[in-house]
C-alpha cells in the first residue's frame, strides 16, 4: 500500500499516525497552516482518543500549549522525563542539561528542539510562577521572548547580524500593531502565504515570516526569494552563490519569455507549452561585471540556448529535490555552476552530431527552434538568455530557463 504524505501542498512527510487513527497532516503545525490559509476548517483542541499520554500506564490528556498551539507527548513535563529515564521514549526530546531555577523543583529545563536553546526553567507554568513572584533567570541565560504578550515564542534570533528582534514573526508583529514592520512580499517557504517579517533596526527583509520558516527551507536546500512573484529559491554553487527562482505567472517576465518561446520555436510542434520558467542568478561579482557592460554597450537582446537534462534527472518537473548535481546533467551544471566552455557546454551538440560553425564556443539563437535542433535526440531544457552585443565581443547576465513539453521536455 503506498505511504500517505500530508495533505498540506509542498510536504511529502508521512501523515501522523498514533493509535490507529491515521491523520490528514505530518503534525499539528502543518494542519494549523492548512486552516489558516483556509483548507481546512478551524482546530479543535487534541483529544484524548489518540492524543494521550505516552508514558506506559497514563491514560491522561496530553498536555496543549494554547499559546503556541503546540500538541505535546505527554500530559506533563514529569512524566516526559520519567518515559525518557525508563528508555520507553528514544526520541530526540526538549530536556535541557541544567536543574530547573524555580525554587523546590528539580527537573531538568526545557530546550528548543529548533535551536537548541536551553530556558531556565523547567516548564512554562515554573517560568510564569518565577515571574509572578519576582524571580529572574540567571544572567549568563536571559529568556528573550516575543513582545506579544499572547506568545511566549522566542523572539527572532538573526542568524547573519545576531541581533535579538522584537518578535518572533511577522504575524504578531502585525498583531501588535507594529505594520512598519511586515514586508510586502510573501514567506519564501513554498505554501506559506505570510508575509515576511522585516528587521526592526535595519528594515531589512528577513525572507521569511518566522525564523523556523527559514530553517525549514534551509533544510530543504532552499535560501531567501530575491524578489516577489517567486515560488521558491534553490542555492546552487560551490560556495551557494548561484540561485534558481522558481518563477510564478505574475512575475513580470514570465509571459514575455513564454510568448517568445512559443512565437520564436517556428516549427509544428503538437502540444507545445511551457511548463515552468527558472531564473538563474549568477554570483555578485559576476553580476557587477555585466552591469558595466551593459551600461557601456545599452543592447540587450533576449537569445536562446538548447542544452541536455540527464535522463535520470527529474527535477525540472518535481520541485522536491532541487537541482539533481549529475556531472552528465548538463542543464542542472550551468544553473548551478554557470556555462563551463570545457564541462556543461558543447557536449550536448556533440551527441547530436550538429556541426558548429565557427568552432567550439557558446551558441546562441533568435529562434527557439534552432536551439532545439542542438539537444535533439534528448530531454531538453532551453535556457533564453540576455545577450549584450558589440562587435563579436558577448557577454551573458542571470538568465531563464523554461521548461515545457512536447513529447519532451523543453
Given at each position: 500500500m503506498?505511504?500517505?504524505v500530508?495533505?498540506l501542498p ?11 487513527i491515521?491523520?490528514?497532516f505530518c503534525?499539528?503545525?502543518?494542519a494549523?497552516e492548512?486552516?489558516?490559509?483556509g483548507?481546512?476548517p478551524?482546530?479543535?483542541?487534541p483529544?484524548g482518543r489518540?492524543?494521550v499520554?505516552q ?9 496543549f ?7 505535546h ?5 514529569r512524566?516526559a522525563?520519567?518515559a525518557r ?9 526538549m530536556?535541557?542539561s ?5 525554587p ?9 528542539p529548533?535551536?537548541?536553546e ?5 516548564s512554562r507554568?515554573?517560568l510564569?510562577?518565577?515571574q509572578d513572584?519576582?524571580a529572574q533567570?540567571a544572567a ?6 516575543c513582545?506579544?504578550v499572547?506568545?511566549?515564542r ?5 542568524h547573519r547580524?545576531?541581533d535579538?528582534?522584537a ?8 498583531t501588535c500593531g ?8 510573501k514567506?519564501?517557504?513554498p505554501?506559506c502565504?505570510d508575509?515576511?517579517?522585516l ?7 528577513m525572507?521569511?515570516?518566522c525564523?523556523?520558516?527559514?530553517i ?6 532552499l ?6 512573484h517567486?515560488?521558491r529559491t534553490?542555492?546552487g ?9 522558481v518563477?510564478?505567472k505574475?512575475?513580470q517576465a ?6 517568445q518561446f512559443l ?7 503538437d502540444?507545445?507549452s511551457v511548463?515552468r ?10 553580476r ?11 543592447n540587450t537582446?533576449?537569445?536562446f540556448?538548447?542544452?541536455s537534462?540527464s535522463?535520470?534527472?527529474?527535477f525540472?518537473?518535481d520541485?522536491?529535490?532541487g537541482?539533481?548535481?549529475r556531472?552528465d546533467?548538463?542543464?542542472?551544471s550551468?544553473?548551478t555552476?554557470g ?5 556543461s557546454v558543447g ?7 550538429m556541426?558548429l560553425?565557427y568552432?567550439?564556443?557558446l551558441?546562441f539563437?533568435?529562434v527557439?527552434g534552432?536551439?532545439n ?12 538568455f540576455q545577450?549584450?552585443?558589440r562587435g563579436?565581443?558577448r ?5 531563464y530557463h ?9
Amino acid at each position: 500500500m503506498a505511504m500517505m504524505v500530508c495533505s498540506l501542498p509542498e510536504c511529502y512527510r508521512p501523515r501522523h499516525q498514533r493509535r490507529g487513527i491515521i491523520h490528514d497532516f505530518c503534525s499539528r503545525t502543518h494542519a494549523q497552516e492548512a486552516a489558516d490559509m483556509g483548507l481546512i476548517p478551524p482546530l479543535h483542541r487534541p483529544h484524548g482518543r489518540c492524543h494521550v499520554c505516552q508514558l506506559h500506564g497514563c491514560n491522561t490528556e496530553v498536555f496543549f500549549d494554547e499559546a503556541t498551539n503546540t500538541v505535546h507527548d505527554f500530559c506533563c513535563r514529569r512524566h516526559a522525563n520519567m518515559a525518557r529515564a525508563r528508555g520507553q521514549w528514544p526520541r530526540p526530546g526538549m530536556q535541557g542539561s541544567s536543574v530547573c531555577q524555580y525554587p523546590g523543583c528539580n527537573e531538568w529545563v526545557s530546550r528548543n528542539p529548533e535551536t537548541g536553546e536551553e530556558s531556565a526553567f523547567c516548564s512554562r507554568s515554573h517560568l510564569e510562577a518565577a515571574q509572578d513572584q519576582g524571580a529572574q533567570p540567571a544572567a549568563e541565560e536571559p529568556l528573550t521572548v516575543c513582545q506579544n504578550v499572547r506568545c511566549q515564542r522566542p523572539a527572532w534570533m538573526d542568524h547573519r547580524s545576531g541581533d535579538q528582534l522584537a518578535f518572533c514573526g511577522s504575524r504578531c508583529a502585525y498583531t501588535c500593531g507594529a505594520q512598519h514592520l511586515v514586508g510586502q512580499m510573501k514567506c519564501s517557504l513554498p505554501g506559506c502565504n505570510d508575509f515576511t517579517m522585516l528587521h526592526d533596526r535595519t528594515m531589512d527583509d528577513m525572507g521569511y515570516c518566522c525564523d523556523y520558516h527559514r530553517i525549514k527551507a534551509e533544510e530543504r536546500n532552499l535560501t531567501q526569494n530575491p524578489e516577489a512573484h517567486v515560488d521558491r529559491t534553490f542555492r546552487g554553487g560551490p560556495s551557494d552563490d548561484f540561485k534558481l527562482s522558481v518563477l510564478t505567472k505574475s512575475h513580470q517576465a514570465y509571459s514575455s519569455l513564454k510568448e517568445q518561446f512559443l512565437v520564436k520555436f517556428q516549427k509544428p510542434v503538437d502540444g507545445l507549452s511551457v511548463e515552468r520558467i527558472f531564473k538563474v542568478q549568477v554570483p555578485g561579482d559576476v553580476r557587477q561585471k555585466h552591469k558595466v557592460f551593459e551600461e557601456a554597450t545599452n543592447n540587450t537582446r533576449r537569445r536562446f540556448h538548447g542544452t541536455s537534462c540527464s535522463d535520470a534527472c527529474r527535477f525540472f518537473m518535481d520541485l522536491r529535490g532541487g537541482p539533481c548535481g549529475r556531472p552528465d546533467c548538463n542543464v542542472c551544471s550551468i544553473c548551478t555552476h554557470g556555462f563551463r566552455l570545457r564541462g556543461s557546454v558543447g557536449r550536448t551538440a556533440q551527441r547530436t552530431n550538429m556541426n558548429l560553425r565557427y568552432g567550439e564556443g557558446l551558441y546562441f539563437s533568435s529562434v527557439s527552434g534552432k536551439a532545439n535542433d542542438y539537444a535533439a535526440q534528448s530531454e531538453k531544457v532551453y535556457l533564453p538568455f540576455q545577450v549584450e552585443w558589440r562587435g563579436v565581443a558577448r557577454r551573458r547576465r542571470s538568465g531563464y530557463h523554461a521548461v515545457g513539453r512536447t513529447s519532451l521536455l523543453l
